[in-house]
């Protein structure tokens, strides 16, 4: 919003909820509340566009508001849809849970007059998933780099690797099994990782087994995580699947060297052998060769670290962003 202001762009942040009803809400005043709450907004502030960062309940009061729609996406929602229909959709309550956000979907989607995937890679996926929508490029995935320094406090076992990710989707959670190979061969390198979710049951304790490891649990947003980035020696993000990976950014900004699986957005922040390493999925023999090698040429993977920054603070600082955004604005706003 300070970066759109600069470029005279008036801006109001506000929190969905407190605007919109849950499919479960049958208090029928809260309900014309929160109507009569939006109305009184949108008519004091009158944007000329709403952008929303998720699928929101309050799509179909904008667009009957006529007032235009963008729709920032920043994952995969077919693919996480197809994996949550398969491992937590399964009881027929649950499932009908499912159908319902999936028509909720469906109607952000047509309400939206543009859609905003924040990665090359999601823009071909919705192209797919939604043919003959308007489809903008925009990663806004920014940072504002002079917040992202070195903080001491976290003194870890050296040599380490870092993890940061969450356990909420098992198409990308499972990933981190691979893991248990490679801490077996690598039994002096210490490997923390940072993060919960719902699948913590199936990958901890089968982590937890071995004796270079060690689960932090879930760090405070963004004093722990900056402590945390500072002091380890490499960066790994084992995903199996995502939209672009903003734990990268943040790595590469503390210049830690970064090893990532080929997957989703993420090629499109690490360049193979420039900025960091790029892994295929499940090859735990590759992922070996690259720690080792990271720990056996400092020099190069401090260059690679110093070097990715460079290139953060180019492509996803808030006011390149934010002249980005206009543009866009420009050409869908008449």
């Known amino acids: 919003m300070n970066a759109l202001q600069k470029n005279d762009i008036k801006c109001k942040l506000i ?11 049958i208090n029928i005043k809260n309900r014309l509340e929160k109507q009569k709450k939006l109305k009184k907004l949108l008519d004091e502030f009158g944007p000329d566009v709403v952008l929303l960062d998720r699928l929101s309940g309050i799509a179909t009061k904008i667009t009957k508001a006529n007032i235009p729609l963008f729709i920032l996406i920043r994952g995969n929602f077919w693919e996480e849809s197809k994996w949550a229909k398969e491992t937590i959709y399964t009881s027929p309550q649950k499932r009908l849970s499912f159908l319902k956000n999936q028509r909720f979907a469906k109607t952000c989607f047509n309400n939206a007059s543009v859609i905003l995937p924040i990665s ?19 990663p806004v995935d920014g940072r504002d780099p002079s917040e992202w320094n070195q903080i001491s406090g976290m003194n870890l076992k050296h040599p380490c690797v870092g993890l940061l990710q969450g356990m909420n989707v098992w198409g990308k ?16 390198v210490t490997f923390y990782f940072a993060g919960d979710g719902f699948y913590r049951d199936r990958i901890i304790p089968k982590l937890k087994n071995f004796k270079n490891f060690v689960w932090l649990g879930n760090l405070e947003y963004p004093a722990e995580v900056k ?6 020696d490499v960066y790994l993000l084992l995903s199996g699947m995502e939209g672009l990976g903003q734990t ?9 060297p970064v090893i990532a699986t080929n997957i989703g957005g993420i090629p499109e922040l690490i360049e193979d052998g420039k900025t960091g390493f790029l892994i295929e999925t499940g090859n735990h023999e590759d992922l070996i060769k690259k720690i080792n090698q990271v720990f056996d040429q400092p020099v190069i993977a401090s260059n690679m670290g110093s070097k ?13 962003i934010a002249k980005k955004f206009v543009l866009i604005l420009n050409q869908n706003i008449q």
């Open 227 to 232: 402590k945390f980035l500072s002091e380890i």
């Open 308 to 320: 990715g920054k460079e290139i953060i603070q180019e492509n996803f600082n808030w006011d390149n």
């Open 15 to 25: 929190y969905d909820i407190e605007y919109s009803n849950k499919f479960f809400d």
């Open 248 to 256: 990268i950014i943040e790595a590469l900004l503390m210049e830690r």
């Open 173 to 188: 959670t499972r990933e981190l099994l691979t893991l248990t190979k490679v801490m077996k061969e690598l039994p002096k």
């Open 120 to 138: 090359k890679y999601l823009e071909n996926v919705v192209r797919k998933n939604i043919p003959g929508k308007k489809v903008e490029f925009f």
